[in-house]
Nanobody, 112 residues
Framework: VQLQASGGGSVQAGGSLRLSCAASGRIFTTLGWYRQAPGKQRELVAAITSGGSTNYADSVKGRFTISRDNAKNTVYLQMNSLKAEDTAVYYC?????????WGQGTQVTVSS
């Protein structure tokens, strides 16, 4: 099982980034993104089911969009209007038959 995340980086406030996560080795009913800022707990950012239902943290609604290509087993997170408080390590997550799988984190840094 592998979840390979990419697309992190540094951007100024108000800018955009797009994260990608290619999942393999399982059928993932849910794919999503979590983030963890220094000194804080890991939190859900957004998730999407194989049927396209989405769930967002209140703090990113209207700014972030999660999407999924089921044929490629890949999930994307388009992040617009980034804020300094979005700075964190972002982790790809896949849910499969009651188990959670995690990818390596990718750093997102937003400077104000």
């Amino acid at each position: 099982v592998q979840l390979q995340a990419s697309g992190g980086g540094s951007v100024q406030a108000g800018g955009s980034l797009r994260l990608s996560c290619a999942a393999s080795g399982r059928i993932f009913t849910t794919l999503g993104w979590y983030r963890q800022a220094p000194g804080k707990q890991r939190e859900l950012v957004a998730a999407i089911t194989s049927g396209g239902s989405t769930n967002y943290a209140d703090s990113v609604k209207g700014r972030f969009t999660i999407s999924r290509d089921n044929a490629k087993n890949t999930v994307y997170l388009q992040m617009n209007s980034l804020k300094a408080e979005d700075t964190a390590v972002y982790y790809c997550n896949g849910g499969s038959y009651g188990r959670d799988y995690w990818g390596q984190g990718t750093q997102v840094t937003v400077s104000s």
